[in-house]
């Protein structure tokens, strides 16, 4: 069956811009997680949803959001990008909620210039 | 309370060796510990993971051992093949709390023929 997809791959944005990112979610998974990696920070958790409903928050600032759709895909939107949000953001679907039998995308690099 | 302290950063070993890393948690209530190996330009990929009432579980190559009043879990990599080599974390969570996967900061793994 297909993995967790995650679009796009690589981006370049502008400090000020904001960014939008997808992950579609294994069939049947109703849960999407999204992680923030860095080399200082490691795997840093941003949010949970499931059920279109945000169900945790990380401690991330109010310009990381996210929404999940009816077929369980989910966006993530950074705004007033900085420098420091260069990283690879990873989503991880999972059948129910709860991060029991995570399956991680590949993630999206985003390079803030 | 949510931080989980994982070591060595990086380790080299000889093909067929016995790599182990170790993972210690603060927080009392974590009854879910997964280890995440990562390739380069890949997501985390789930090995193998444990729950508190139990002190070892293996799968194929992989153990991981686990010492409750210690707060600490370790994975150990039987015959380690050139293969094996790529970045390990550990995570730690309460499910049933709503608690999301914490992760150490990672192991490189170099396995060397």
């Known amino acids: 069956k297909a993995g967790v997809t995650q679009t796009p791959r690589y981006l370049i944005k502008t400090r000020g811009q904001q960014v939008t990112l997808s992950c579609s979610p294994i069939s049947g998974h109703r849960s999407v997680s999204w992680y923030q990696q860095t080399p200082g920070q490691g795997l840093q958790f941003l949010f949970e949803?499931?059920?279109?409903?945000?169900?945790n928050k990380g401690n991330f600032p109010g310009r990381f959001s996210g929404r999940q759709f009816s077929n369980s895909r989910s966006e993530m939107n950074v705004s007033t990008l900085e420098l420091g949000d260069s990283a690879l953001y990873l989503c991880a679907s999972s059948l129910n909620q709860g991060p029991y039998g995570y399956t991680f995308g590949s993630g999206t690099r985003l390079t803030v210039v | 309370q949510q931080q989980v302290k994982q070591s060595p950063q990086s380790l080299i070993v000889q093909k067929g060796g016995i790599p182990i890393i170790n993972c210690a948690y603060e927080n009392t209530a974590f009854d879910y510990f997964p280890w995440y190996q990562q390739f380069p330009g890949k997501g985390p990929a789930l090995l193998i993971a444990?729950?508190?009432?139990?002190s070892e579980k293996k799968e194929g190559r992989f153990t991981i051992s686990f010492n409750k009043s210690a707060k600490q879990f370790s994975l150990h990599i039987m015959d380690s093949q050139p293969g094996d080599s790529a970045t390990y974390f550990c995570a730690a969570s309460r499910p049933s709390g709503n608690t999301p996967l914490v992760f150490g900061k990672g192991t490189r793994l170099s396995v060397i023929a």
């Open positions: 444990i729950r508190p009432d139990v």
């Open positions: 949803y499931f059920s279109e409903t945000q169900r």
